[in-house]
């Protein structure tokens, strides 16, 4: 990951959102603003395509003028969204570990936002010791702007599936297991 020019000359570089089989509004509208959008045209990225789940909020569609702004679409839902993420320079997903980690496994640039209308939110923690890993980027959807705005993807660690010690660790803290090696 952060190899590559941001500038050069590839036909797309798409950003794929992810918001799983559930309802994720405040995201889908987060990434439909014109800021957020034009963050990412000005981090490289040609498309959006945002996969909205069961949401009521329908966002924009725009062709995008190649050089001048992004294009976006978007779909409810597909059965599966392995080749979105395979395609995708740039994942924006919900905090369900199932979309993480498979976006992770491909090695693909991560940002991870959380959805605050959760009661009991344990897929924000898991998000959120991934980013202080350095794995990926955790936002709230009010705070996805800046996140496009500051990231540098050269800064993010590979997640390596093959070790589960650390993850081990952190589940069994969390649910209240000492460790007695």
Partial sequence: MGEGDDHSLKSKKI????????????????VDTREVRQALFEKGYTHLLIQM????????????????????????????????LKSASLVISHAGSGSIFETLRLQKP??????????DNHQSELAEELADRKHL??????????????????????????NATPV???????????NNE
């Fill in 137 to 162: 980027f955790c936002a709230r959807p009010q705070m996805l702007y800046e996140t496009i705005s500051v990231m540098d993807l050269a800064s993010l660690i590979v997640y390596q599936p093959g």
């Fill in 15 to 30: 950003v794929f959102v992810t918001v799983g089989t559930t309802s994720f509004d405040s995201l889908v509208k987060a």
């Fill in 110 to 119: 991560l940002i991870v936002v959380v959805n605050e209308d959760l009661m």
């Fill in 53 to 84: 789940g069961r949401g009521s909020y329908v966002p924009n569609k725009y062709s995008g003028e190649p050089g001048n702004s992004l294009s976006v679409d978007y779909f409810t839902f597909s059965s599966s969204i392995a080749e979105f």
């Fill in 168 to 178: 081990a660790k952190f589940i069994d803290k969390f649910i209240g297991f000492s």
